[in-house]
């Protein structure tokens, strides 16, 4: 059974700094692809942050481009999310999700249970 | 703000059908395969449809999905009071090299 549990959410000061984890199990977490997608409280889902298999390639919404940055270890079967210059507006529950497939027809297959992250003072 | 645009709710009484539209351009639904997601409240979202209208192990067939162009559309049939949820439809967006979920819509059965 595929399973993804993030760690790390808290209460952060507006500027300050936090690293999500995402424990993975069930697959081979070394041959996918994985994201962060969050959603602030009440409000729709927003697509963070994307991580290739082997690291190759990353990108970033621009919302957060600059601020955070995605990482795996493989060894590890784990995800993070390195998240700096914290503001308000990015409070939010972040969820690790598992990329399927090829583009044009890749899709999020499985969802953790979300970890959330309170910016606030 | 969303690039894929849905109606904010939409409802209908048991047993009956609706649908939920989703619109995007050729950057984003005119060139990739769309998915749909289903968030029952309080918990993470579930993969619904993928590929526009292929469905995974254990999603019934009264969840259905369909591509035109540049826009998308699921649609519930047999309406059920579990389907009470949060519907988003997602896509890669070429220009933007980014995933782009729809604004999401809300289901209400009457």
């Known amino acids: 059974e595929v399973q993804l549990v993030e760690s790390g959410g808290g209460l952060v000061q507006p500027g300050g700094s936090v690293r999500l984890s995402c424990a993975a199990s069930?697959?081979?977490?070394?041959?996918?692809?994985m994201n962060w997608v969050r959603q602030a409280p009440g409000k729709g889902l927003e697509w963070v942050s994307y991580i290739s298999s082997g690291s190759s390639a990353t990108h970033y919404a621009d919302s957060v481009k600059g601020r955070i940055t995605i990482s795996r270890d493989d060894a590890k079967n784990s995800l993070y999310l390195q998240m700096n210059s914290l503001r308000a507006e990015d409070t939010a529950v972040y969820y690790c999700v598992r990329w399927w497939g090829v583009l044009p027809a890749a899709t999020f297959d499985y969802w953790g249970q979300g970890t959330l992250v309170t910016v606030s003072s | 703000q969303s690039v894929l645009t849905q109606p904010p709710s939409v409802s209908a009484a048991p047993g009956q059908k609706v649908t939920i539209s989703c619109s995007g351009s050729s950057s984003n639904i005119g060139n990739n395969y769309v998915s749909w997601y289903q968030q029952l409240p309080g918990t993470a979202p579930k993969l619904l449809i993928y590929?526009?209208?292929k469905r995974p192990s254990g999603i019934p067939d009264r969840f259905s999905g369909s591509r035109s162009g540049t826009s998308a559309t699921l649609g519930i049939t047999g309406l059920q009071t579990g389907d009470e949820a949060d519907f988003y439809c997602g896509t890669w967006d070429n220009s933007l090299s980014a995933y782009v979920f729809g604004t999401g819509t809300k289901v209400t059965v009457l």
């Open positions: 590929e526009n209208n």
């Open positions: 069930g697959f081979t977490f070394s041959s996918n692809s």
